[in-house]
Every structure is written in C-alpha cells, then in structure tokens.
C-alpha cells in the first residue's frame, strides 16, 4: 500500500470512463481514494462506490470547488489529482513521489500521452513532446495527473471565486506568486482516454477558452499575456519549435488549440462585458 498517499478523482457524467480509472487507481493500492462527483446525472456515483466508500456529491457546479472539497478531505501527506479519462500503472503514485523528491517540488505533473487512435491524438501526443513531457520545472502545468504536497494546502488551494472550469492557469499563476513554493513535470509516464475527432477538440478547446476567459477577468494585468499566448504562442511559435522538432502532426494541432481559445475569450469576455452593461 502507498501508505501516505490520498488520491482525489473529480467527475461529473463519466460512466463511461471512470471504471477504467479507478481500476488503475486500485492496482496502485493508495491508502485511500476520494471521489468528488460534480452532482452526476448518469451512473458515475453508483461506480465509484463499488471502488471507494468516500464519494461526495458536490452541490457547487464547479470543477474548481470540487477539487477543493476532495483535497480537504484527505488525510494524507501527499495527494494525487486523477481524471476519470487518466490510466495509471501500479508504481505511478509511487514514482510521482520520487518526482517530487528528486525535482523538490510542491507539485508534480505527469508527462501525458493519448492513446493514438486518429490523427488528432497523434497529434496531441506530438504537441505533448513540444511543450509538456520534458522534465523540470515549468511557468505552468496542469492540475492532473499530479501530486501535491498536502502541505501546500494549509495556506494555499483552489479557488472557484476566480475561475469555475478550467482551474489550470488561476492555479499556478498565484501558486508562482509565492517563491517559496515550486512545480513542474516529473518523469512519470500517464495515459489518458481522450477525444478523437476534430469536432471533440474544437469542442474542448473552446472549453478552454472559457476558464482563459475567466482567468483574464480576474486578473486583468495577465489577460494581455494570455491572449499573446494563444494567438501568438500557441499558432506561430510553438508550430516553429514544432518543425524544429520534427513533429509535423503537432503544428495543425498548435494553430487549431489556439485560434479555438482565443476566439472562446474573446467571445465569453464580450458577453460577459454585454451582460455587466444591461445590468
């Protein structure tokens, strides 16, 4: 058993994928799992409790608050952050601890790879070799598949006020504000189950954008750098290093990520600024 290890699953409709997850969680035998199940309408609760005694349903309608609820109840000194659509091996949680040690990181990311089944998640892997799997640390990662430090949390955690969907940037752009704290990715290798056709990604992307959106709201001197990010880094700069590399797949990938994005902050920051005026 990994006997200092808590891991949180945050869910919301995933019949269909979270068997698979918490099976993988279970081989890899943590001292407990905690699923926060984001008021599901299908079978997602009635799954998780064949695995785990600890669900909550949460109320809150936010993936940024229940990743909250399921960290406050832990009880353990490091916690792994698992999606349902994330396939784990039976020494992950352990080599994410050996991350955090060899790195002396707070937060440790995963290196990501989708299984290759159309060219969108060829794709998406290649993009992955571009920006993400390298280890060290990193201005951002992602909040799953990682561990943290329980620690952390004692004066630190998610905050729906600032963003309710994607709680990536708002995260670690104020975890950065605090130099006493550090991240990045580790060596530690995750599959995960995720989208095939160009439809889903424009569809996730767009999703994407609307956390961006939120983020720039609420911090307003970063929006400038957000945008540079999706409509400059993203679309030229990463297809550049992309070539660099030899990952031709990943440019399409890179142009299509960004443009989505940053079209869905523009979009959702003039509706929300529409929406403030008739109020």
Known sequence: MNKDISVVLCARNEES???????????????????????STDKTVEIARRYTDKVIVSQEGSLTADRQIGIDATSFDLIAMIDADHRIEPDTLQNLAKDLDEFNFDVVQAQLGIEPTSFWTKAENQAFAVFLNHPGPKNMIGT????????????????????????????????????????????????????ASFTDYVKKFFWYGKGDSEFCRKHPRRAFGMLFHLFIRYPVLRPIKAITLGHFKAIPYFIVCGLTRGTSVLYHLTKFAVSSERA
């Open 17 to 39: 994928r979270i068997t698979k997850a918490l099976e993988s969680i279970a081989l890899a035998n943590p001292a407990e799992i905690i699923v926060v199940d984001g008021n």
């Open 144 to 195: 799953a598949p990682a561990m943290y430090r329980a620690k952390l949390f004692e004066e630190f955690g998610f905050d729906s006020t600032v963003t309710k969907n994607k709680d990536d940037a708002d995260f670690f752009y104020r975890l950065s504000l605090r130099p006493e704290f550090t991240f990045g990715t580790g060596r530690t290798f995750v599959w995960q189950e995720h989208f």
